[in-house]
């Protein structure tokens, strides 16, 4: 089948400025990106719902608002995809589970929903995930597994899977996830696009559905750099300031934990970047093996204790994975939360003291490559173990001190995608921005085109 009057869906700005400018209508861009995803999603599984009559209804008031002379925002009817854990006002919000398939439909947007429609943007489908957003593989009892657009054979990610192999197969501009110890960094990594992961508490949760409340952040998915800034802006609710120059930026390299275990391929692309910036100084992070620790049994307790009075009651209707997961979390001592909680309180000032000579940090987003679904395995300190609970080796520990990352996507590996964590202090994310356009000004990051995103 061909997709009818389909357009380069990875530039979200593009979009907007051909809209803006009547060059294009909103309901042609919106009826292509809605063919599209009919027609080129079937081998991933990214879209679990098209709301599709609503979605070409908006966009057709969009129109009318520029015919009228009106100004619709920066991101007039560009198509964007949220997560199922967003609320759409009028949507049945499932937060990728069965048990909640019969919830009354949503009546309000989710704050950062309400944010992008406000710029113009219009909501089209809800995207798949890990059950309750637990996990690192979108691999979903009820929804099916979301397959990597590089090569369905591989895991695309989780938990915000669907959301970053939308982007990666170039059926949507931006997306929306939520990342607790990694579901943007990790799916961005595997699926090659950019994605961010802001400070803590800067772009409201207000109509997301909740999994860990002490490490839960909300953020958006690109098919460009650019695209993210702006997407970024608006969820925050305010511009960054200006860039700083790249050059006047003090970058070092992590190491230790975040130096081990990497690809080969991995590391001579990190090794690249570090070469590009001059060389770098290395520097590490002490305990970050029990900051990981951490952040396991920290989202294990608060997710288990969120989730009992439901799971007394509908136990079975759980994915078997999550359901298994939540239950020993809820059995954890509290002593032993407190305790993560406190080693989390003095893990955050360890990272936090660095930033006091470095401007942003640089470590791997994954170990490499994206794992083989049949083979979900990766190599860590020299042992196979399983990639779905492995996956965020390098994510989960920074998670404990909410600090913002960008994951870059990296250019020129060879092979399928791999990617790189930019880190800063908290509210510093005009510098990730200023450190990612220069990599990719120098041709060393940028979205991964999948090969399927070419076909039409």
């Known amino acids: 089948m061909t997709v009818p009057d389909m357009i380069d869906s990875s530039d979200a700005l593009a979009i907007a400025a051909e809209i803006r400018q009547g060059r294009r209508s909103a309901v042609a861009v919106m009826t292509a990106t809605i063919a599209a995803i009919e027609v080129r999603d079937r081998p ?14 908006e966009a057709e008031r969009i129109d009318r608002r520029i015919a009228a002379g009106d100004d619709p925002g920066p991101l ?30 949503a009546t309000h947007d989710a704050a950062i929903v309400a944010r992008l429609r406000a710029a113009g943007a219009i909501p089209v489908a809800s995207l798949n995930m890990d059950e309750f957003a637990y996990g690192f593989a979108t691999d979903n009892a009820h929804y099916g597994i979301t397959r990597n657009p590089h090569d369905p054979a591989r895991l695309a990610g989780g938990s915000s899977g669907g959301s970053a192999a939308a982007v990666a197969a ?15 960094r990790v799916p961005a990594s595997l699926c090659g696009v950019w994605g961010l992961k802001p400070t803590f508490g800067s772009v409201p949760r207000e109509g997301a559905y909740p999994f860990v409340a002490s490490l839960d952040v909300v953020g958006p998915f690109a098919g460009t750099l650019d695209g993210l800034r702006v997407a ?20 070092a390299r992590l190491g230790g934990w975040f130096g081990a275990n990497m690809s080969e391929p991995l590391a001579r692309a990190i090794d690249a970047v570090a070469a590009h910036l001059g060389g770098l100084e290395t520097v590490e992070l002490p305990e970050v ?37 939540l239950i020993a979390g809820a059995l954890l001592p509290s002593g032993t939360l407190v305790q993560a909680h406190r080693f989390r309180a003095w893990f955050r000032e360890q990272v936090h003291a660095l ?19 049949d083979q979900p395995t990766i190599v860590v300190d020299g042992q196979v173990v399983s990639a779905r ?14 600090v913002p990352v960008l994951s870059a996507p990296l250019l020129g590996t060879g092979g399928l995608p791999l990617g790189l964590q930019l880190i800063a ?16 000004g120098a041709g060393l990051a940028g979205r991964v085109p999948a090969p399927v995103a070419k076909e039409r």
């Not at 930033?355 to 679904?373: K, M, N, Q, Y």
């Not at 996956?391 to 909410?402: E, H, I």
């Not at 202090?425 to 990719?440: D, I, M, Q, V």
Request: proline share 8%; hydrophobic share 50%; no cysteine.
């Open 389 to 402: 609970a492995n996956l965020g080796l390098y994510t989960q520990p920074l998670s404990l001190a909410g």
């Open 76 to 105: 007039a009817g560009v198509p964007f995809g949220v997560k199922d854990l967003f609320d759409v006002a009028g949507e049945v919000t499932t937060a990728g589970s069965v048990v909640l398939r019969e919830s009354p439909p």
């Open 44 to 57: 991933f599984n990214s879209v679990t719902r098209i709301f599709g009559p609503r979605a070409v209804a």
């Open 355 to 373: 930033f006091r000579s470095v401007d942003v940090l640089i470590a791997p987003a994954t170990v490499g490559e994206a794992p083989l679904i």
């Open 425 to 440: 202090a908290p509210g510093r994310e005009a510098a990730l921005f200023a450190l990612a356009g220069a990599l990719a």
């Open 289 to 325: 093996a029990r900051a990981r620790a951490a952040s396991f049994l920290i989202s294990a307790a608060e997710g288990g204790t969120l989730h009992l009075p439901r799971l007394r009651r509908q136990a079975l209707r759980y994915d078997p994975a999550t359901r298994d997961r």
């Open 170 to 184: 170039g059926l949507l501009p931006l997306t929306l996830g939520s990342d607790t110890n990694g579901s943007i």
């Open 232 to 251: 970024y802006e608006i969820l925050a609710g305010e511009p960054m300031p200006a860039l700083p120059a790249a050059a006047d930026l003090r970058v």
